[in-house]
């Protein structure tokens, strides 16, 4: 079993920028890939950014390529999502998972963080 808890949103205004952490707990998380999804009111859940195993390979939507970067901590258990100058279309609830980039599938989920970008 994998545990997943995400913090570090809030309310912040354009052009600002937030750092997300995404705690992991479990003997074997270290093994599955990770990312960072969001689901915005009334629209579907998008995965934003994910990072492999080895944090070799990494890849972003095109909606926030150049502002959020992810990153992973094996030594901290921890993975990250920094993102600069964000805009007020990035409020959404943020979540953390593990799985498999290759497949897409994602068998470990976090509560969610919500993200507010004020104009």
């Known amino acids: 079993q994998v545990q997943l808890v995400e913090s570090g949103g809030g309310l912040v205004q354009a052009g600002d920028s937030l750092r997300l952490s995404c705690a992991a707990s479990?003997?074997?998380?270290?093994?599955?890939?990770m990312a960072w999804f969001r689901q915005a009111p009334g629209k579907e859940r998008e995965s934003v950014a994910t990072?492999?195993?080895?944090?070799?390979?990494?890849s972003y939507s095109d909606s926030v390529k150049g502002r959020f970067t992810i990153s992973r901590d094996s030594a901290k258990n921890t993975v990250y999502l920094q993102m600069i100058n964000l805009k007020p279309e990035d409020t959404a609830v943020y979540y953390c998972?593990?799985?498999?980039?290759?497949?897409?599938?994602?068998?470990?989920w976090g509560q969610g963080t919500q993200v507010t970008v004020s104009s």
């Open positions: 998972a593990a799985g498999s980039t290759t497949s897409g599938k994602y068998d470990y």
């Open positions: 990072i492999s195993r080895f944090s070799s390979r990494t």
């Open positions: 479990g003997r074997t998380w270290f093994v599955y890939d």
